[in-house]
Nanobody, 115 residues
Framework: QVQLVESGGGLVQAGGSLKLSCAAS????????MAWYCQAPGKQRELVAR???????NYADSVKSRFTISRDNAKNTVYLEMNSLKTEGTAVYFC?????????WGQGNQVTVSS
């Protein structure tokens, strides 16, 4: 059974930091791409950051220089370190993994940034 277990969300003041984690288990095959998406109320889900197995990185322009994505291939875990958070960063954050054959979503983790 595939599970993506997310942790690390919560409430933080603007300018603060949070670190999200997502541990994948039960996945058959090698995970190629791991990513984080966010979905704010009334908006579409959008890519925040992605990292390939070879550690090629991509970030949304809005988070460049503030967020850092990383992964531990041995643990099938992806992290998102979020610094200098802004109120517009309030959203549900989802991890996503892609084996090239199958794709999976985490359950979502609420991040609320207060002013």
């Amino acid at each position: 059974q595939v599970q993506l277990v997310e942790s690390g969300g919560g409430l933080v003041q603007a300018g603060g930091s949070l670190k999200l984690s997502c541990a994948a288990s039960g996945i058959i095959g090698i995970i190629n791409v791991m990513a984080w998406y966010c979905q704010a109320p009334g908006k579409q889900r959008e890519l925040v950051a992605r990292i390939t197995r070879g550690r090629t990185l991509n970030y949304a322009d809005s988070v460049k220089s503030r967020f850092t994505i990383s992964r531990d291939n041995a643990k099938n875990t992806v992290y998102l370190e979020m610094n200098s958070l802004k109120t517009e960063g309030t959203a549900v954050y989802f991890c996503h993994v892609d084996t090239g054959v199958s794709k999976y979503w985490g359950q979502g983790n609420q991040v609320t940034v207060s002013s």
